[in-house]
Nanobody, 118 residues
Framework: QAQLVESGGGLVQAGGSLRLSCAAS????????LGWYRQAPGKQRTLVAE???????NYANSVEGRFTIARDNAKNTVYLQMNYLKPEDTAVYYC????????????WGQGTQVTVSS
């Protein structure tokens, strides 16, 4: 399976922006859907956004209009541009991949911390 490595997390003030990147390497030919999930302390991991290889995207309601997911297939990289960040966006953000939207077998990156101060 592919290895996923995230970068770009950090500390930002409310209203600010961050851009996360996730590079996939190894067995990338089976990747169809790339995405971002997040997990806050004491909470479950939840979807932030996903994009498939046709460019179709879906977002959590809480980030719609503020976050944008994009992918560069030539670089096997997925990005998450996060604007107008809120303290409630604070979480560990995980890159994910799966072979199709019908698959519930996820491959995960190691996670990157995003902290939004008020």
């Amino acid at each position: 399976q592919a290895q996923l490595v995230e970068s770009g997390g950090g500390l930002v003030q409310a209203g600010g922006s961050l851009r996360l990147s996730c590079a996939a390497s190894g067995s990338t030919s089976r990747i169809n859907v790339l995405g971002w999930y997040r997990q806050a302390p004491g909470k479950q991991r939840t979807l932030v956004a996903e994009i498939d290889d046709s460019g179709t995207t879906n977002y959590a309601n809480s980030v719609e209009g503020r976050f944008t997911i994009a992918r560069d297939n030539a670089k096997n990289t997925v990005y998450l541009q996060m604007n107008y960040l809120k303290p409630e966006d604070t979480a560990v953000y995980y890159c994910s991949s799966r072979s199709s939207r019908r698959s519930y077998t996820f491959n995960w990156g190691q996670g990157t911390q995003v902290t939004v101060s008020s």
